[in-house]
């Protein structure tokens, strides 16, 4: 390498004899190759303390980090269940009025719990379309749970629809 010895501008070995910036005649140097140390950092400017890498703590990109855990599941278990909610509630008012005889609280029972199963149908309806629309903006969300819970959901609904609509076209 050669130098000049008032610019401290750095030339290679087959380079010209003399400075192009002032015409000094260039000085041999014995140097290792480091690009910081031949150019005498004059191309690579040096950062500020507490910049540039990052301590060796950080993992590099893609590696070793685990995706965050979104919050979304929690809506897909509950219309999961409010879903098994609703269809139980609807397997017992079949049971019950499949096994006994009609009387005034038996009924009242009944449309006690028919209202909450219609009301449980709806919210795991309800629940099962956010979950599915917050599966679709994120891949890794499972739509499972919502499609189980809004179809468990919609199945007292329907069976209630098709029972008052039965029930409204008997002639008395």
């Known amino acids: 390498m050669k130098s000049c010895p ?3 501008q750095v030339y290679t ?5 003399y400075c192009l910036n002032d015409g000094t005649p ?7 190759y480091n690009p910081g140390a031949a150019y005498n950092n004059q191309w690579q400017p040096q950062a500020p303390p507490g910049w540039g890498n990052q301590p060796s703590q950080y993992p590099p990109y893609g590696y070793g980090a ?3 855990v979104s919050s979304s599941g929690g809506i897909a278990k509950a219309a999961l269940f409010t879903g098994i909610g609703s269809a139980a509630a609807l397997a017992i008012i079949i049971l019950i009025a499949a096994t006994s005889r009609a009387s005034y609280e038996l009924r009242a029972f009944v449309g006690i719990l028919g209202i909450l199963s219609l009301i449980a149908g709806l919210v795991a309806i309800i629940l099962g379309i ?3 629309s917050m ?3 994120n891949p890794a969300i499972s739509k499972a749970k919502g499609v189980i819970g809004l179809c468990l959901g919609a199945i007292p609904l329907i069976l209630m629809l098709i029972g008052i609509i039965a029930a409204s076209s008997r002639r008395y």
Do not use: F, I
Not at 26 to 32: G, N
């Open 6 to 8: 008032s610019c401290q």
């Open 13 to 17: 070995d087959d380079g010209p004899d």
């Open 26 to 32: 260039l000085v041999k140097t014995v140097s290792q």
């Open 66 to 68: 685990t995706p965050p």
């Open 130 to 132: 956010v979950s599915l």
């Open 135 to 137: 599966a679709n903006r």
